[in-house]
């Protein structure tokens, strides 16, 4: 079962996104600021992270920056009220970007999709890999 990360400073945001996502089959943990998000994705290792840009403290801008140092492969879906991010060149760091709104489909479709993908790179890497060890495997013998 895949592990979403909800970050994000309303509770009730927090509360619905994973009610939602709950229902889809996800495992779902939040956190409501910047702070706690390090120590979680360390101890908790989530499959996916999803982030609010408007945070109390640190900017969510911030807080990707560190994500994607602590872990370059962890895909992370910007989510915010905002759209005037479009353009950003800061957005190049994330993996999608959704526009919070009362239906999440559009958000359930990014997840799955990043999940497919994800999937699929993973796949291809594992066949290179038993490929070599079969080829390593008639060199040897």
Do not use: N
């Not at 945070?55 to 911030?62: K, M, V, Y």
């Not at 060149?89 to 994330?94: C, D, F, H, V």
């Not at 999608?96 to 999440?104: C, E, G, M, N, T």
């Amino acid at each position: 079962m895949k592990k979403i990360l909800i970050v994000d400073d309303q509770p009730c945001v927090r509360e619905l996104l994973s009610e939602e996502l709950i229902c889809e089959g996800y495992r779902v943990s939040s956190v409501g600021d910047a702070e706690s998000v390090r120590g979680y994705i360390r101890s908790s290792r989530p499959d996916l992270v999803l982030l609010d840009l408007y945070l109390d403290g640190p900017e969510g801008w911030e807080v990707l920056r560190d994500i994607k140092r602590q872990d370059p492969r962890l895909p992370v879906v910007i989510l915010t009220a905002y759209d005037s991010f479009v353009d950003d060149p800061r957005l190049a760091q994330a993996d999608a970007y959704v526009i919070k709104s009362i239906d999440l489909g559009e958000l359930k479709c990014k997840i799955a999709d990043l999940f497919r993908q994800k999937s699929a790179l993973h796949g291809t890497v594992e066949e290179k890999f038993h490929f070599s060890e079969v080829g390593l495997a008639h060199a040897v013998s």
